[in-house]
Every structure is written in C-alpha cells, then in structure tokens.
C-alpha cells in the first residue's frame, strides 16, 4: 500500500440544531470548506479525482451535489457512506485507501450533517388504523423502535454502573471539557480550523462550546429516573461540516512536502447494540492487538467524540489513557455532536494539533476513536510527518 498524506483540514463552527445553521443545506454548508481546504493546500479544484462523505441524514447521494456546487469536475466519483456517527472518519479512510491502492493522486473525503434542512422520515403504519409517526434519525440503527434518545442513555446508564461512574464524575468531566474548549477559544487554536460561513463573530466559535459554573449541572434532573445521566453531561446532536485532503506521496513532494497526517493504522469492530458505549474501547484495544509495541496509555493525543462523560471516562479507565491526553480542546460535550461529520471533526482535530500547532508543541502520534450506534467502534492511529 503507498503512503497516503493529509496535507489539510478544515470545518465548520458546530451549530445546534435550529440554529447556526439552520437555514443551510448540506451543499451550502460543505461546499465552502472544501474551497478552504484546497486553497490551503494550493491545489486546483481540477485535480480532485474523488469525494468520499459520511452522511446520516440527507438520503440520496448528497456528495454528488456537494462536489458539483463546490465546483469539483463533473468526472470525478463521488460517494455518501453511512456507518452513523463512524460515517466521516470512514470515509477518511476509504480515501486513503484509493491512494493506497493508487487508484487516486488526490482525494477529499468528511462527514457533514446539515440536521436542520435535512429531509422528515416517517414511518409506515403498521395497519391502516396506525397513526403515522416521525422517525429520530437514530431508529433503528440502535435495534430500538421506540426512540434511540432512550435506548442511549441506559446503554450510557448501564456503562456508568459497569465502571462505578458516579453522576459527580460525569459532571465533573463535562465542565473540564466546557473549560477546555474556552480555553482553546481564548487562545485561537480554533482560528485556522473553522471555516467562517459569514464575516460575524459566532461563524468562527462551535455554537455550544459556553463557560458554565460547576453550580449549573447540578439542577440537571436526570434523563432516565434516578439516573446519572443528564443533559449537561451528555452530547446533544448538531450539525457541521468537515473535510480533509488526502494526496499520494508524489503529490505530498511536488507541493514541498507540507506537514501532514500519515495513517499508522485503523480498527473497526461491532458489539451488540445494548453495547454501544463500549465499542470506543474495543475498537482501541483491537487496534493495540493489531500494532504490537504500541503502548495505547502512552499515546499523548486521544480525540474522541463522546456521547456521554460516562462513556469517555470509561474509556480513559479501561486503556489507561491520561486525562489531559484526551480531547485537550474539549469534546463533543462542550462543541455538540454532528452525527455522521462528528469522527471527521476529530481528524481536523489532530491536524490542528499535529499539523499546525508550534513544532515544539506537536505530538508524534495521535489517535481518533468513538462508539456509533448501533454498536460499532472505529478507531485510527496517525503519525506526523
């Protein structure tokens, strides 16, 4: 397989659903992201030779739609992969696949949800006496029909008892990742990452990410009675884009070798559905069996897209992972979580961290990881050129 090189990432703010942007379409919203990135890497948009994106929601092919308004060449492929919240980091890989394979010099590959505009799904009654009901995006993939929001939190529920996670802890967790985010803010570590939509303050700072106090989770009644947890300690869904370019080694030395994310492996693995919050640490403990000398507690850098504090703290407790080696800028706690763009988000994360970041200050290894629905873990390790 030849080497694969991410030479530059880019996305949106985060936006609740509803909000930032709600009048968006999944074109509007994408297209602009992918301008940046090949303007960051100074490649011509006539080069791009394949778009892979991760989608949950908008039905159809949209990345066909999006490279067309994004003015890609109407020759090129282009494919909408749906794996739930795994979409976008699996597209990622699939574009590295091609350049591995060498069936592709240079290709962009994400996740993008545009949740508010995305088409209503209503499920066929039964019988002609059944009232029709609106289906959540999450049916379904969980095996559950009668709501996934439920479903999550006692898989969360259960997850927390399993680990003796105690509400305090979750909390505690959530207002760390709220601090880390505006941290990250106040020091412009989201500067070069997020593609403003518009020329106004709130197009460049992820729509949730806020400064709450520790008093603010504790009136937060739980979502399942008598539970741990809440809506203040969990990931609420919303809607963003991100995208990557992906080039082949010749391609990496004809632009003066520009830092980049090499893939240094990937492991993908199901568990049952009633399992969802612990594929995350499947999915990382497969790739440790798969990279012998590879110290999964060492690794400095771990992104990851939580559901919930409970199931990051699960994590961190069942693989040894450092507190300030995850998500050092916040999670999906604080910035929200963009269902099929939100493992995209992660890669643009690293990058940041890997790529742009001071060369004193870069790590050598990073690692992306997150539990899907429906029970499935997905996990990528990246190395820094």
């Known amino acids: 397989m030849r080497p ?3 030479i530059a990432a880019r996305r949106t703010a985060i936006g609740r659903i509803g909000g930032l942007h709600r009048q968006r379409r999944i074109e509007d919203l994408t297209a602009p992201v992918i301008h940046e990135v090949l303007k960051d890497a100074g490649l011509a948009a006539s080069r791009v030779e394949r778009f892979i994106l991760g989608n949950t929601s908008a039905g159809g092919n949209p990345a066909r739609l999006i490279a ?3 003015g890609l060449p109407e020759t090129i492929s ?3 992969m749906d794996q739930q919240c795994a979409s976008g980091l699996e597209a990622i890989l699939a574009g590295l696949r091609l350049i591995g394979t060498g069936e592709a010099e240079i290709v962009l590959a994400g996740g993008a949800e545009a949740l508010s505009m995305a088409p209503w799904r209503i499920a066929k009654p039964r019988n002609v006496y059944q009232t029709p009901r609106f289906v959540d995006i999450g049916d379904g993939a969980s095996g559950n029909d009668d709501g996934a929001d439920n479903h999550a939190a006692e898989i969360g529920e259960a997850l927390a008892r399993t680990n003796a996670i105690s509400r305090q802890q979750q909390d505690d967790f959530a207002l760390r990742s709220h601090l880390k985010a ?8 989201f500067l070069k990452e997020i593609v403003a939509l518009k020329t106004v303050a709130e197009e460049t700072r992820d729509q949730s990410s806020g400064e709450p ?3 603010d989770f504790q009136d ?5 009675a008598n539970g741990t947890l809440t809506a203040a300690n969990i990931s609420a869904p919303h809607e963003g884009a991100a995208i990557v370019l992906v080039v082949s080694e010749a391609v990496w030395l004809e632009l003066g070798k520009p830092p980049a994310l090499k893939l240094a492996g990937s492991a993908s693995v199901g568990t049952g559905p009633a399992h ?3 594929a995350a640490i499947a999915a990382m403990q497969r790739l440790g069996k798969q990279m012998p000398g590879l110290e999964l507690a060492a690794l400095p850098l771990i992104e990851m897209s939580e559901s919930s504090a409970a199931e990051a703290i699960a994590l961190c407790k069942s693989l040894g992972f450092a507190d300030e080696a995850l998500n050092p800028d916040g999670g999906a706690i604080a910035r929200g979580h963009p269902l099929g763009a939100a493992s995209a988000v992660l890669v643009v994360r690293l990058f940041t961290r890997m790529a742009r970041a001071k060369a004193s200050e870069r790590p050598k290894l990073g690692a992306a990881v997150l539990s899907a629905l429906g029970g499935q873990g997905i996990a990528a390790l990246f190395e820094r050129t």
Not at 220 to 224: A, D, E, S, T, Y
């Open 78 to 80: 282009a494919t909408t």
């Open 182 to 189: 505006s941290l990250a803010r106040d020091g412009k570590r």
């Open 276 to 278: 969802d919050g612990e």
């Open 220 to 224: 937060v009644p739980p979502i399942v």
């Open 68 to 70: 067309l308004t994004a």
């Open 4 to 6: 694969g090189y991410i």
């Open 213 to 215: 106090a520790a008093d």
